[in-house]
């Protein structure tokens, strides 16, 4: 059996009474008066009952006991049925929560399908603001799907914090496997916080269009203001997904510039060394006909000649960058 968080009637602003589920259709049909309702996964008797006080269409019904995968707007008739989804990010892990909102004349129902951030914080909110809870069922249409486009931002500056600490770390050190990782799974997540954000700009451009006795059109302009702040929380999603792009993209041009300069270093030393071991590779021939090896002076010359060589040797490695 599903929970009824609240279920109340609301007229002029300002809450009636709280209602059971079997008297929305009554309030719903008092003239000035509508009916706000909220349920957590709703079973199926449940939703039959709303179905048959409210008259809603059975497709909507159907769709409301499925699952989705994106966020979409119907109508049927003069009610509208939408699907929306809430972000959940606990221990690095991004889920969503599927919510489906009925409204119509004379009532506004919500079918939270999964723990997500409770709508009671919207349900205060409105209850504060009776000047505009006046307008009715509009505004507490406007009022979830800003809520719900609200819950996206905490965890985008989330993302964000994480994918810039990579960032630093990768700047100052070398990039580590697992921090292609972690950026990997951010760029995932980001990627799905687009995918289930970007359909409420549609949604916001079909509710300013529709024409439906329960949106007053003075109410447009607060459903672009929804349309506004998904646009921009898509631009932040993009530019933290490029920004994790290029974090990859600099720590591997880092990581291949470090391992450069130490090939470049390794490399000065065999040739420093490759000096005095071709100059005792001479010597260590054995041959007879090699007057200096009897010279009483040969051997020092010899070191000399080749403290000197890999002193200059050095010096010009050290000159170049390569030591």
């Given at each position: ?10 007229n ?16 719903a ?6 009916v ?29 006991l ?27 892990r ?19 399908n ?21 307008h ?46 972690k ?34 059109k ?6 672009r203001?929804v ?15 490029d ?53 009483h ?7 000399g ?10 010096a ?8």
């Amino acid at each position: 059996m599903g929970r009824i968080v609240a279920a109340a009637v609301y007229n002029e602003g300002k809450k009636v009474c709280n209602i059971s589920l079997d008297e929305g259709a009554k309030w719903a049909h008092t003239p000035g008066h509508f009916v706000w309702i909220g349920l957590e996964q709703p079973d199926q008797e449940q939703m039959h009952l709303l179905q048959s006080q409210f008259q809603l269409h059975e497709l909507a019904i159907e769709d409301a006991l499925e699952v989705h995968s994106r966020p979409k707007l119907e109508t049927f008739g003069d009610a509208l049925f939408i699907v929306t989804y809430s972000p959940i990010r606990e221990n690095g892990r991004l889920e969503f929560v599927e919510t489906h909102i009925f409204a119509g004349r004379g009532y506004v129902i919500t079918c939270r399908n999964g723990h997500s951030k409770s709508y009671a914080q919207v349900r205060q909110r409105c209850e504060a603001r009776p000047l505009l809870l006046a307008h009715g069922e509009d505004f507490v249409l406007y009022a979830l799907l800003d809520f719900v486009t609200l819950c996206y931002q905490p965890i985008g500056e989330s993302i964000h914090a994480e994918v810039e600490e990579i960032e630093r770390t990768v700047l100052s050190a070398e990039m580590r496997e697992a921090d292609i990782q972690k950026l990997h799974s951010l760029r995932r997540d980001l990627l799905r916080l687009h995918r289930y954000v970007s359909p409420m700009v549609e949604i916001g451009e079909e509710l300013q269009r529709l024409d439906f006795p329960f949106i007053d059109k003075n109410m447009r302009p607060y459903f672009r203001d929804v349309q506004i702040h998904v646009n921009r929380q898509m631009e932040d999603f993009n530019i933290m997904r490029d920004i994790a792009s290029q974090t990859i993209e600099i720590g591997v041009l880092l990581e291949s510039s470090r391992q450069s300069l130490v090939q470049r270093k390794f490399a000065a030393w065999a040739a420093i060394l490759a000096f005095p071991t071709a100059i005792a590779g001479i010597y260590g021939m054995n041959f007879q006909n090699m007057p200096e090896l009897t010279w009483h002076y040969g051997y020092y010359t010899v070191l000399g000649v080749i403290v000197v060589g890999c002193g200059s040797l050095y010096a010009s490695f050290k000159r170049s960058g390569w030591l």
